[in-house]
């Protein structure tokens, strides 16, 4: 198994622009959510999905957009890209709810000028 | 506010000693974990504790819950220059929604 994979690793955008970050996972996880990281903030849940067709808002969601078509694949999207979305994104995924260990992927450094 | 806050923001020991780090969360919780970070990697799932254990161990690790005081320890015994990384503790907002909220880490340094 791969586990779970993002792409890209590295983005430069200019400001305004949009991209979807890519996130995938062959561990047949129900649970997929994305996180942002920030120095001294930890990380911060955007949005999260508990099953094909189902999401929902985390704690910074503002600015992101997200849709889960199928089990294996949860990608962020930028519609407008903004300097304070400069950060480092991951991606995670659990077997069920919040009771499963997550397993998260590599990580997407984001940079917006 | 963020669920989950460790304590100390960063620690910094030598090899051999013991490093331990603590978490303070604000709302009832059903289970708690704790990760670790490597520098420039994702995050690591180390332990889980469920809101009715009171201690767990896996190998040099031991984590405790105390749930009347809203909080939780990471002891890492006998440090090595490997455990040199971020620790985070996450928890889950016992709430209609299936979150799971991370704090904002405690920066281990292990020294040779």
């Known amino acids: 198994n791969a586990g779970v994979t993002q792409t890209p690793k590295f983005q430069v955008l200019k400001t305004g622009q949009s991209m979807t970050l890519q996130c995938a996972q062959d561990?047949?996880?129900?649970?997929m959510s994305w996180y942002r990281q920030d120095p001294g903030m930890g990380l911060r849940l955007i949005h999260y999905s508990v099953g094909a067709g189902i999401t929902d808002q985390g704690e910074v969601p503002n600015g992101y957009n997200v849709s889960r078509s199928t089990t294996e694949d949860f990608p962020l999207r930028l519609l407008s890209a903004a300097p304070s979305q400069t950060s480092v994104y991951f991606c995670a995924s659990s077997m069920g709810t919040n009771e499963e260990t997550q397993y998260f992927g590599p990580g997407t450094r984001l940079l917006v000028l | 506010s963020q669920q989950g806050e460790e304590d100390p923001q960063a620690l910094s020991i030598q090899e051999g000693e013991n490093a331990t780090m603590n978490c303070s969360y604000k709302?009832?919780?059903?289970?708690l974990q704790w990760y670790r970070q490597n520098s420039g990697r994702g995050l690591v799932h180390l332990i889980l504790i469920r809101s009715n254990e009171r201690e767990k161990h896996s190998g040099r690790l031991r984590v405790t819950l105390d749930t009347s005081k809203k909080s939780s320890s990471l002891l890492i015994t006998a440090s090595r220059a490997a455990d040199t990384a971020s620790y985070f503790c996450?928890?889950?907002?016992?709430?209609?929604?299936?979150?799971?909220?991370f704090g904002p880490g405690t920066s281990l340094s292990v020294i040779p």
């Open positions: 561990m047949n996880h129900e649970y």
């Open positions: 709302t009832s919780i059903n289970n």
């Open positions: 996450a928890t889950d907002a016992r709430t209609s929604y299936d979150k799971v909220i």
